[in-house]
C-alpha cells in the first residue's frame, strides 16, 4: 500500500549528537523469559470462586498479537451464564460481602495487591503476551498501577462515612463491570477495587481478545480466599455484554470503551436505577508553546501518543505546535520517532509493540490511508516490522487541517496529527473544538499561561510540562462525549455507593 | 413520552363568574393586594424569559392557566422548539461569562436574588397561593423556605469547591489536584406541582456553580416561575444565565433532552415516564442526567433539609484533574 512508498528513509539523527547516518549500534535481543508463566489451554468462566464451561459448550481462541499464535480458548458466556453469574453475585452480595465490615473487606483488598505484587512479573508477561504492549510497559506501568490501586482502595473501605459525610454511604449491590483491551489488568483494577471497597460485588466481562490476565486474577482471587461469588469473570462478545447490562439485578454499569459502544450502554440503562460511569473515547490536544523546553516537550509527545502503541484513550493524538517553533520541534520529532525501537512487545528493549488485533490494525490503516488521501503530509521512520503479528510504524502527519478525519476521529494507535497555532486564544479554540473531552497536554516555561489554559481546556485530565501520568488518587474521567463520573481518587469512590441518603439522585 | 397533565384539559369554570368573583374581591390579585369591587385590575403578560429579555413565543400561541379551583387567571406563552433552541444559545453565551466570575461575585448575585425575593414576597405568596391552591400559611412557608434556600445556596458558591475538590497524593514528584468546574449548559425540568419551591430548588445548585440553565417551567403552574425570572432581570444575573420556557411539557422536554448543545439534563422534577424517555434521547451526546426522585415527586419534601445539599451543585460540575512535575 502506499504507507511505505511514502515513508523516508532515514530521520535526521543530529539532535542527539550521534553521526550522521543513522543510529551507529544496535541493541542485543533481550527477551523476557516466559517459562515462569502457565497459560492453561482453556479457561471457563469464573462464577462463584470456579471455573466452569459455559452452557452450552463453546469457546473461542485467543491469540498473541505479535506472532499471531493461539494461546488458550476461553469459555463464551451465554444468556443463561450471565443469569448464572448475576445470581451468583447478588447472592454473594446478600449473604457474605455486604455483612462484613469494612475493616474485613479492606484486609481482602491489601492482600490482593500483595499477591499482585508478589506475581507481577507472571502478570507482566501474560499481559504482554496477550495484548501486544511492550514488556517494559506492562513491568512498570500497568502491573504496578493496579497493586497500587487496590492497596488505594483497600483503605477506603472502613473510611466510607469520612469521605461522604452526611450521606450515609451504602453499597449498591452487583456491579456490572466492562472493560476494554487496551489495559486489561489495569481496567480491571480500576474497576474491581473500588466497587469491593464500597461494598459491592462485580462481574466483569474482559475483552474478548485480552482476558488473560482477568482469569489469571481469578487465582488471586482465590490464593486471596476472597468469599465465593463477589468477584466474577465472563468472556464473550459485546451481546453479552449487553445481557449484563441489561439485567435487572445489576445496581451498577461501568464501562470502560468507545463513545458509540458507550452511547449503546447508557441507552439500555436509560429509565432503571442503575448507577452508570462511563470512559470513552478522546482525541486530546497537546499543546506547546513557543517558550516549552522543547527537548522535555519531544519526550511528552513521544510518550504521549507512542505509549501502549497508542491504544490509549487518552493519547495526546492532535499535536498543536506555536507556529514559532513548529520547524525545530517537528525536526526533532522525526530524529526522536527514528529512535523508537519497533517490534517483539517481550523484548526489554521494545518502546512500541504489535497493535492488539487485525481488526484494530485495519482501523488504524484505513484511518492513516484517510490522512494521506486528504492531503496531510505522513512521515513513518524507517524500521524494520517483524513478519508476522500487527504491527504498525509510529506515524506522523503534518500539514494535518482542523477537517481531517485524522484530526477528528479517535485513531487509537501510533499516529499523530500536527497543527499549528498562533495566539493562546487560537490554541484554545482549535484544542477544544471535538466532542471528546478526556485530556488535554499543555508545554510552557510560563506559570501564568499554564494555569489560562489548564482552565480553558475542555478535558478532565490536563497534564502540563508532562503527559499520560496515573495514580490511583488522582481522578481520571472526561468531560463531553468522553463519558460522565470519574475513576480513581476519592470520586471514584463515590461511583460504587448509593449516596442519595441527602436527597440527591444522581446516577 | 406520557402526555403530562395538561392545563387545557381541566374543567374550566365559567370565564364570567371567575372575573365577577375577583372583581367583587373574594380573591386577592396576583400582586397580593386585596382586590377592590370599584377598580379593575391591571393584568400582567407572561412571556418567556431568553437571554435577559421578556419575548413572546415564537410561536405566537399562548394557552390558558387556571387556578386550583380551575378558574381562568392568565394566558401563559405556549413556547416551541425554536424558543427552547434561542434559549440554549443564550445560555451557551452567557455560560463562559458567569463561570468566569469570582465565587465571591456569584456568591453576592445569588444572595441579591433572595433580597429581590424578599421585597416582592407578598406578591410571591399571593401567586403561590393562586398557582398551588394552598392557604395563605402554607404558602407563607414555602416562600420564606424559597427565599432562605437561594441565601443557603449563595453561600455555598465560594465553599463548595473546596468540599468537592481535593489534592491528590500521586506517588511521583508531581503536584496535583482535582477542582470542580460548572459542567456548561443545563437544561432544567421544573417540578410540575412545586411552582417555586421547587423551581428554586433544582434552579440554584445549577447555576451557583457557573452553568447557565434553560428551564422548563411548570406546565400547569408556571406563573411563579415567570415571575421569578423578573427578579432574576434585576438582580444582577447576567442576561442568558437563566432563561424560561413555558408551555406544554410534552411538546417541549422532549426537545431539550435531545439539543446537542446542552450538557447536562436535570429531570428531577420529570414523571417517571417522561424521565425514561428523556434519559434515552440525552444520551446522543452523553448528557449528564439527573433521575426523578426513586419514591416519586408526590411525597418529595420540599421544606425538609435535604431538599438541599452541596452535593447537589455536585450533580452539575465536572472534576478536572491538573497535574505538573516537581522540580527547580
Known amino acids: ?507 | 413520552m406520557a402526555r403530562p397533565r395538561s392545563a387545557a384539559r381541566k374543567p374550566r369554570a365559567s370565564r364570567a363568574t371567575a372575573l365577577d368573583r375577583r372583581a367583587s374581591g373574594a380573591l386577592t390579585t396576583t400582586n397580593g393586594a386585596a382586590g377592590r369591587p370599584d377598580r379593575i385590575e391591571v393584568r400582567k403578560t407572561y412571556k418567556l424569559y431568553i437571554g435577559g429579555a421578556f419575548p413572546r413565543t415564537e410561536s405566537g400561541r399562548a394557552y390558558e392557566i387556571f387556578d386550583a379551583r380551575g378558574e381562568f387567571i392568565a394566558n401563559a406563552s405556549r413556547g416551541t422548539r425554536k424558543d427552547i433552541r434561542d434559549a440554549v444559545r443564550a445560555a451557551r453565551g452567557a455560560q463562559p461569562g458567569w463561570a468566569a466570575k469570582t465565587a465571591f461575585n456569584r456568591s453576592q448575585i445569588l444572595y441579591r436574588i433572595a433580597e429581590l425575593l424578599e421585597g416582592r414576597r407578598q406578591q410571591f405568596v399571593a401567586e403561590v397561593m393562586i398557582a398551588e391552591g394552598v392557604g395563605r400559611a402554607r404558602a407563607e412557608r414555602l416562600v420564606d423556605a424559597s427565599i432562605d434556600r437561594w441565601v443557603w445556596y449563595a453561600g455555598w458558591a465560594d465553599k463548595y469547591p473546596q468540599m468537592i475538590g481535593t489534592v491528590n497524593p500521586v506517588a511521583g514528584s508531581y503536584f496535583n489536584f482535582s477542582v470542580p468546574e460548572a459542567t456548561g449548559v443545563v437544561g432544567v425540568i421544573a417540578p410540575e406541582a412545586s411552582s417555586l419551591l421547587g423551581l428554586i430548588s433544582r434552579l440554584a445548585p445549577v447555576i451557583v456553580s457557573g452553568n447557565a440553565a434553560v428551564v422548563i417551567a411548570s406546565e400547569t403552574r408556571p406563573l411563579p416561575a415567570v415571575t421569578l425570572s423578573e427578579v432574576l432581570a434585576t438582580s444582577d444575573v447576567p442576561g442568558g444565565v437563566v432563561n424560561l420556557i413555558t408551555g406544554l411539557r410534552r411538546e417541549l422536554v422532549g426537545h431539550l433532552a435531545a439539543h446537542m448543545d446542552v450538557n447536562a439534563l436535570d429531570a428531577f422534577g420529570a414523571s417517571p415516564d417522561d424521565s425514561a424517555a428523556l434519559e434515552e434521547v440525552s444520551v446522543e451526546n452523553v448528557k449528564r442526567f439527573v433521575r426523578p426522585p426513586r419514591a416519586g415527586l408526590d411525597r418529595y419534601d420540599w421544606l425538609a433539609e435535604r431538599a438541599q445539599s452541596p452535593y447537589q451543585i455536585g450533580d452539575f460540575v465536572e472534576i478536572k484533574t491538573v497535574w505538573h512535575p516537581i522540580g527547580a
Not at chain 1, 532515514?10 to 515462569?36: F, K, N, Q, V
Not at chain 1, 482477568?214 to 468472556?235: C, E, H, K, M, S
Open chain 1, 1 to 507: 500500500m502506499t504507507l511505505t512508498k511514502k515513508r523516508e528513509t532515514r530521520p535526521a539523527t543530529a539532535s542527539w549528537g550521534l553521526s550522521a547516518g543513522g543510529i551507529p549500534w544496535e541493541y542485543a535481543p533481550a527477551p523476557e523469559a516466559t517459562d515462569h508463566v502457565n497459560i492453561e489451554r482453556e479457561y471457563g468462566l469464573f462464577i462463584g470462586n470456579t471455573f466452569a464451561p459455559s452452557r452450552p459448550r463453546k469457546t473461542f481462541s485467543v491469540i498473541n498479537p505479535a506472532t499471531e499464535e493461539p494461546l488458550a480458548k476461553v469459555a463464551h458466556a451465554s444468556k443463561a451464564d450471565v443469569h448464572r453469574a448475576v445470581t451468583t453475585a447478588r447472592e454473594a452480595h446478600r449473604s457474605s460481602w455486604s455483612k462484613l465490615s469494612g475493616r474485613e473487606r479492606a484486609k481482602y483488598l491489601y492482600r490482593i495487591a500483595r499477591i499482585l505484587q508478589e506475581r507481577s512479573r507472571e502478570f507482566a508477561v501474560v499481559e504482554t503476551m496477550n495484548s501486544g504492549k511492550p514488556i517494559k510497559e506492562s513491568r512498570d506501568v500497568d502491573v504496578p498501577l493496579a497493586a497500587a490501586h487496590f492497596f488505594y482502595y483497600a483503605g477506603w473501605a472502613d473510611k466510607l462515612e469520612y469521605a461522604f459525610p452526611n450521606r450515609e454511604p451504602r453499597s449498591l449491590g452487583v456491579a456490572a463491570q466492562i472493560i476494554p483491551w487496551n489495559f486489561p489488568l489495569l481496567m480491571l483494577a480500576w474497576k474491581i477495587a473500588p466497587a469491593l471497597a464500597a461494598g459491592n460485588t462485580v462481574i466483569l466481562k474482559p475483552a474478548s481478545t485480552t482476558p488473560l490476565t482477568a482469569y489469571l486474577f481469578a487465582d488471586v482471587v482465590r490464593q486471596a480466599d476472597l468469599p465465593p461469588g463477589v468477584v466474577n469473570i465472563i468472556t464473550g462478545p459485546g451481546e453479552i455484554g449487553m445481557e449484563l447490562v441489561r439485567h435487572p439485578d445489576v445496581r451498577k454499569v461501568a464501562f470502560t470503551g468507545s463513545t458509540a459502544v458507550g452511547k449503546m450502554i447508557a441507552r439500555a440503562v436509560a429509565g432503571t436505577d442503575k448507577k452508570l460511569t462511563l470512559e470513552l473515547g478522546g482525541k486530546a490536544a497537546n499543546i506547546v508553546f513557543d517558550d516549552a523546553p522543547l527537548d522535555q516537550a519531544i519526550e511528552g509527545i513521544v510518550n504521549g501518543i507512542y505509549f501502549n502503541q497508542g491504544e490509549v484513550c487518552c493519547a495526546g493524538s492532535r499535536l498543536f505546535v506555536q507556529e514559532s517553533v513548529h520547524e525545530p520541534l517537528i525536526a526533532k520529532l522525526k530524529a526522536r520517532l527514528g529512535t523508537l525501537r519497533v517490534g517483539d512487545p517481550l523484548d526489554k528493549n521494545t518502546d512500541v509493540g504489535a497493535i492488539n488485533s487485525a481488526g484494530q490494525l485495519a482501523k488504524v490503516q484505513e484511518l492513516v490511508q484517510s490522512g494521506i488521501d486528504e492531503g496531510a503530509e505522513i512521515f513513518q521512520p524507517a524500521c524494520d516490522l517483524p513478519e508476522r503479528g500487527f504491527f504498525f510504524r509510529p506515524t506522523l502527519f503534518t500539514g494535518v487541517s482542523q477537517s481531517h478525519r485524522i484530526a477528528q476521529e479517535e485513531i487509537f494507535g501510533p499516529v499523530l496529527s500536527v497543527l499549528t497555532f498562533r495566539t493562546p486564544e487560537e490554541a484554545i479554540e482549535k484544542a477544544n473544538n471535538t466532542p471528546y473531552g478526556l485530556s488535554a497536554g499543555v508545554w510552557t516555561e510560563k506559570g501564568s499561561r499554564i494555569f489560562k489554559m489548564v482552565a480553558a481546556m475542555k478535558a478532565g485530565v490536563v497534564w502540563a510540562n508532562t503527559f499520560n501520568r496515573f495514580d490511583p488518587t488522582s481522578p481520571f474521567g472526561g468531560y463531553k462525549e468522553s463519558g460522565h463520573g470519574r475513576e480513581g481518587g476519592i470520586h471514584g469512590l463515590a461511583a460504587y455507593l448509593d449516596v442519595s441518603g441527602d436527597g440527591a439522585n444522581t446516577r
